[in-house]
C-alpha cells in the first residue's frame, strides 16, 4: 500500500485500559507506512444507552484506503495505529438498560456514523452526518469535547470495525431485517445510504412518477445506485468514460448508457435527465453531464475530490440547474435503504476476504478503484485463522 | 470617451436592410459597429399585428448585462446593437386581438420579448426558461414566429421611441406607477425576486438569512426585497466601501470579504445567497457562508469558468445554482409587490450625452448602488 502525507501523520500510542474497558481484537496499521496486523484495542464497557455486538462482517470501503494510507490532506492527518471500518455488521449480545431499539440477539449493523450531538435542529431531522457541530466518524476520529455519547478514554482515537466486538450508542444502531444474509449488509450501510440519501432528498423515493436518473462511475457505488434507482421504477442511465461498464450496468438495470466523452453519446440524452449523481472521485469535467440535465435539474456531487472543479455561469443561470453535494445519510434513511434492499432482495456484488488479504485489496483499489465488486471482511474466519 | 470593447476580431456586422412594408421606421441610440461610441440609429419595427401591443418609450433602465452585450464580452454580438431592456412607456396602439392592455395603458417589457408559447417551461409562465431559448429583447435572432417585420434582422431594444411586442410579454403598471423608477423592476427587480420564489423566500413564512452579494444596482435591489420579505438581510462586499450604502438600503448585517473576522461571524448561517457578480471572482467564501442544505444562487453574466470544491458542497449538502430574470407571471407579481410596498431601485436619470461615461461606471464595478435609467423622451 503507498501512504502519503508522512508529515501531517499524527501518532497515538495506545495507553493502558482504563478501569471501564476490556482488550478486544482488532486488525489496523499500527504506523504510518505500516502493514496490516492483528492489535490489541480497548473498548468500554456498555453504558445505559449502549448496544455491545459481536462483529461477524465488516465491508471494506475506498474510504478506508484514503484514511489507513493518509490520503486525506484536506481534512486532516490521520491517527495512528488505525483501526478502520465503517460497514460492521453483527449481532447482539449486550444492552444497556435503556436501551429500547433493539434486543440480544438482534442482528445489527453500524454505518459512518459512530456519534452526533443529537441536539441541533438537523439532528433532529434525522440527517446526523450533517450535524451542525460535525458528525462522529466511525473510526480515525477523537471522542468530542462539546457533545459525546461514547464512553471509555476521552482521549484515545475511534475505533473501527475491523474488531471482535463494537459498542455504540443505539441511536446509530441499524437493524437488519431478519432474512438478510449477513456478508451482503455492511455495504448497503455505506454504498447503499451514499446513493439512497440523494435518491430520496431530491424526490425520487417517494414518487409515482418516472424519472430519468444518471449515474456517473459505474464502480461500488455507482452500480449501488443503478440497482436503487431502477428498483424505485425509475429510468436509469448509466454515465462512464468508455464503453467498457457497459455490459455490466444493464445487467444491474440500467436502460440507458452514455459514453460521456463521446459528443454524439451525450446529446442522446440531452436535456433528459432529472437528476444525476456523480460517484467520480477523480477529476473530470462536469459539462456533459450538465448538458444532459433537464431545466430544473440537479448534479449531485459525491466524489472527495481535492482539485477544484469547474462549471460555467450561463450553463447553470440559462436553465436554473443546481449543482449540489452530497454525504452518505442519516440513521433513518440508512435504516430505510436497508429495509428496502431486503425487500426487494437488492444486494451488493461482493467478495468474502479475510485479514490476510487486507494488503492485497488495499493496493488493488488504490491502483484501480473502478471495480464493482465491494469486498468484506468476514471477521470470524479472520479471528479463527489466527488463533 | 471610448467603450470598453473586448474580442476586436470575433462579432458579427451587417447593415440594417431597407424597412419592409411590414414594418415602420423608428428612431433608435446603439452602437452602430465595433469599436465605435452611442450614436443615433434608424431601426425598423414591425407593424402592430394582431396581438401586439405598440408603447412609446419613456424611460429605459441601463443594466450592466447590456454593458457586456454592447461591448462584444461573451464574442456574439451583432451590430448595430440596440441596447435597454427594462422599458417603461404608455401604449399607443394595439392588435385587434389584445385584451390585456388598451392605449393610454402603462407598460414595461424586460429582457425577453418572445418565446414558443408551447413547451412545459412556457406553459407554466416561465418563458424565460423557454425549452427552444427565449427571444431577448434585443442582440436575438427572431425563431419563434410572434415578432413581425424582417425575420432575418436581430431584435432592437428600449433605447428606442416606440416598442412593438407580443402582449404576452407585457408587463401592465398602474396608471400612478412612476415610470422612471418602475424600470428597473423588470430585470433589476425580477432577477432577485424569482430566486426568493423558487428558493421558498416569498410564501411559506419561514424567516430566511439571506446573503447579498454585490452591492450595486442589482444587489441593492435584492436586499430592500428580502428585507421587505421580512428576512434577516446580509449585504455582502469585498471591501468595507459599500457598507453604508448597505445599511441605508435596508441591511441588517454586512460582510467584508476581504476582513476574515467578518466572514467568520457568519459563517455556516445563511439560508440562501444571492450572488450578482458578473466579473469573474471565487466563490469559495460565499460556500463557507451557507449553512446545512443552503443554496448559493449565481446571476451575474460571468464568462469565464467559475472553480468550486466538491468538498464545499458534500460536507453539507450545499447547492450552487443559477438564475435568470422570471416568467411573466413571476414578473407581474413582483412589480405588483413592488409597487404595493413602495419598493422602487434608487435611480438616477441620465440622457443620451452621458452614455459613454455611464457605460464605462459600470464596466468598472465601481457603481454606487445606483440603478442609471436612460431618458428616452429627452435623448431622442
Known amino acids: ?387 | 470617451m471610448s467603450l470598453p470593447f473586448k474580442n476586436p476580431e470575433v462579432f458579427i456586422s451587417a447593415p440594417i436592410p431597407p424597412c419592409q412594408d411590414d414594418e415602420y421606421e423608428e428612431l433608435a441610440l446603439g452602437v452602430a459597429n465595433m469599436g465605435e461610441n452611442f450614436s443615433k440609429i434608424t431601426i425598423n419595427r414591425p407593424k402592430v399585428g394582431d396581438y401586439d401591443v405598440k408603447f412609446q418609450v419613456k424611460y429605459c433602465g441601463i443594466c450592466h448585462t447590456d454593458i457586456h452585450l454592447v461591448c462584444n464580452e461573451a464574442a456574439r454580438t451583432m451590430y448595430p446593437i440596440v441596447p435597454g431592456h427594462e422599458l417603461v412607456g404608455v401604449v399607443t396602439g394595439i392588435g385587434d386581438k389584445v385584451t390585456k392592455v388598451g392605449v393610454g395603458s402603462q407598460v414595461a417589457l424586460g429582457y425577453y420579448m418572445d418565446s414558443c408559447m408551447e413547451c412545459d417551461m412556457c406553459d407554466s409562465s416561465e418563458e424565460n426558461y423557454c425549452m427552444k431559448g427565449d427571444t431577448h429583447t434585443f442582440n436575438a435572432k427572431k425563431v419563434h414566429g410572434h415578432i413581425g417585420g424582417n425575420q432575418e434582422t436581430q431584435t432592437f431594444g428600449g433605447f428606442s421611441k416606440s416598442m412593438v411586442v407580443h402582449e404576452r410579454f407585457i408587463i401592465k403598471l398602474p396608471d400612478n406607477a412612476p415610470l422612471a423608477e418602475s424600470a428597473p423592476l423588470v430585470c433589476a427587480g425580477i432577477t432577485m425576486w424569482d430566486p426568493l420564489r423558487y428558493w421558498g423566500a416569498i410564501k411559506g413564512g419561514k424567516k430566511m438569512k439571506v446573503g447579498i452579494v454585490g452591492i450595486g444596482g442589482v444587489g441593492t435591489m435584492g436586499i430592500k426585497l428580502a428585507a421587505a420579505l421580512g428576512h434577516e438581510v446580509v449585504a455582502i462586499s469585498r471591501s468595507a466601501k459599500k457598507k453604508d450604502i448597505a445599511k441605508e438600503k435596508g441591511a441588517h448585517h454586512y460582510i467584508d470579504t476581504s476582513s476574515t473576522d467578518s466572514v467568520k461571524e457568519h459563517n455556516n448561517s445563511m439560508d440562501l445567497i444571492m450572488n450578482t457578480v458578473s466579473a469573474s471572482h471565487s466563490i469559495q467564501t460565499y460556500l463557507g457562508l451557507l449553512r446545512t442544505n443552503g443554496t448559493l444562487v449565481q446571476l451575474g453574466a460571468v464568462v469565464s469558468p467559475i472553480d468550486f470544491k466538491n468538498i464545499y458542497l458534500i460536507m453539507q449538502r450545499k447547492s450552487i445554482a443559477g438564475s435568470y430574470v422570471g416568467g411573466i407571471k413571476s414578473t407581474q407579481e413582483c412589480v405588483d409587490f413592488c409597487i404595493a410596498k413602495n419598493v422602487y431601485p434608487d435611480i438616477e436619470v441620465v440622457d443620451a450625452s452621458r452614455l459613454d461615461e455611464v457605460y464605462n461606471t459600470l464596466a468598472s464595478n465601481s457603481s454606487s448602488g445606483v440603478r442609471y435609467v436612460l431618458d428616452i423622451e429627452a435623448s431622442l
Open chain 1, 1 to 387: 500500500m503507498k501512504f502519503s502525507h508522512p508529515q501531517i501523520a499524527v501518532h497515538k500510542p495506545i495507553p493502558a485500559p482504563q478501569e471501564d474497558e476490556y482488550p478486544v481484537r482488532a486488525w489496523g496499521v499500527e504506523e504510518h507506512g505500516g502493514t496490516f496486523k492483528e492489535l490489541t484495542i480497548y473498548r468500554h464497557e456498555v453504558g445505559d444507552h449502549d448496544v455491545k455486538f459481536d462483529m461477524e462482517y465488516c465491508g471494506i470501503c475506498h474510504s478506508d484506503v484514503h484514511n489507513v494510507c493518509n490520503e486525506m490532506s484536506e481534512v486532516r492527518g490521520s491517527m495512528y495505529p488505525i483501526v478502520p471500518g465503517h460497514e460492521l455488521v453483527g449481532r447482539v449480545v449486550e444492552v444497556g438498560d435503556k436501551v429500547t431499539r433493539v434486543k440480544v440477539g438482534d442482528n445489527i449493523g453500524v454505518g459512518c456514523i459512530r456519534d452526533s450531538c443529537l441536539d441541533c435542529e438537523v439532528c433532529d431531522n434525522g440527517d446526523e452526518c450533517y450535524c451542525l457541530k460535525g458528525f462522529t466518524h466511525t473510526y480515525n476520529t477523537l471522542k468530542r469535547k462539546d457533545y459525546c455519547h461514547i464512553g471509555g478514554n476521552p482521549e484515545v482515537q475511534n475505533w473501527g470495525g475491523y474488531s471482535e466486538f463494537d459498542v455504540v450508542h443505539e441511536r446509530f444502531v441499524i437493524k437488519i431485517p431478519n432474512g438478510m444474509p449477513l456478508e451482503v449488509a455492511g455495504p448497503i450501510l455505506c454504498a447503499g445510504i451514499t446513493m439512497w440519501s440523494p435518491l430520496n432528498h431530491w424526490g425520487a423515493t417517494n414518487t409515482d412518477k418516472k424519472l430519468s436518473i444518471g449515474i456517473v462511475g459505474i464502480g461500488g457505488l455507482g452500480t449501488m445506485g443503478i440497482k436503487l434507482a431502477a428498483a424505485l421504477g425509475h429510468r436509469v442511465v448509466a454515465i462512464s468514460s468508455s464503453d467498457k461498464k457497459r455490459d455490466l450496468a444493464k445487467s444491474r438495470g440500467a436502460e440507458g448508457y452514455v459514453v460521456s466523452k463521446d459528443p454524439d453519446s451525450v446529446a442522446t440524452e440531452r436535456g433528459k435527465l432529472d437528476l444525476i449523481l456523480n460517484t467520480v472521485s477523480a477529476h473530470h469535467s462536469l459539462a456533459p453531464y450538465i448538458a444532459m440535465l433537464k431545466n430544473d435539474g440537479t448534479l449531485v456531487q459525491m466524489g472527495c475530490i481535492a482539485a477544484p472543479m469547474q462549471y460555467t455561469q450561463m450553463m447553470l443561470c440559462l436553465r436554473r440547474i443546481s449543482i449540489a453535494g452530497s454525504l452518505i445519510g442519516g440513521i433513518q434513511a440508512t435504516q430505510e435503504v436497508m429495509d428496502f434492499c431486503h425487500k426487494k432482495e437488492i444486494y451488493p456484488d461482493i467478495e468474502v476476504v479475510g485479514a490476510g488479504d487486507l494488503e492485497r485489496v488495499y493496493t488493488e483499489l488504490q491502483d484501480n478503484n473502478s471495480g464493482a465488486i465491494r469486498y468484506v471482511l468476514d471477521i470470524k474466519m479472520s479471528l479463527a485463522a489466527n488463533k
